[in-house]
């Protein structure tokens, strides 16, 4: 069974960066592409992030490029996002998963995490 638990969120002024750290159980993390979508208040899930299965390839949607950086620590079955230059449209819970996505689809809810919230706010 898919375990994913997500921890690093919190509130953070605009411009601030945080990381966000996510620990796998249950499947083999090494072989699996893994992902960040968020999904903010109101508003449906977004694909934030995808990493390959090696941690050599990696993919963003373009509003994070540049400021977000997934990887991943397959010995230790984390994945990680690091967050730099938050701004207020930044905030939602964000949610790990376990599989690839893009702008048209995620991976499927029952391989999320329980996600973890960030809020963006002076």
């Known amino acids: 069974e898919v375990h994913l638990e997500e921890s690093g969120g919190g509130l953070v002024q605009p411009g601030g960066s945080l990381t966000l750290s996510c620990a796998a159980s249950g499947f083999s993390f090494s072989t699996q592409s893994m992902s960040w979508v968020r999904q903010a208040p109101g508003k449906g899930p977004e694909w934030i992030a995808s990493?390959?299965?090696?941690?050599?390839?990696?993919v963003y949607r373009d509003s994070v490029k540049g400021r977000f950086t997934i990887s991943r620590d397959n010995a230790e079955e984390m994945l990680y996002l690091k967050m730099n230059n938050l701004q207020s449209d930044d905030t939602a819970v964000y949610y790990c998963?376990?599989?690839?996505?893009?702008?048209?689809?995620?991976?499927?809810?029952?391989?999320w995490g329980q996600g973890t919230p960030v809020t963006v706010s002076s």
């Open positions: 998963a376990a599989g690839t996505g893009s702008y048209t689809f995620t991976p499927p809810r029952n391989y």
């Open positions: 990493i390959h299965m090696s941690g050599e390839s990696t």
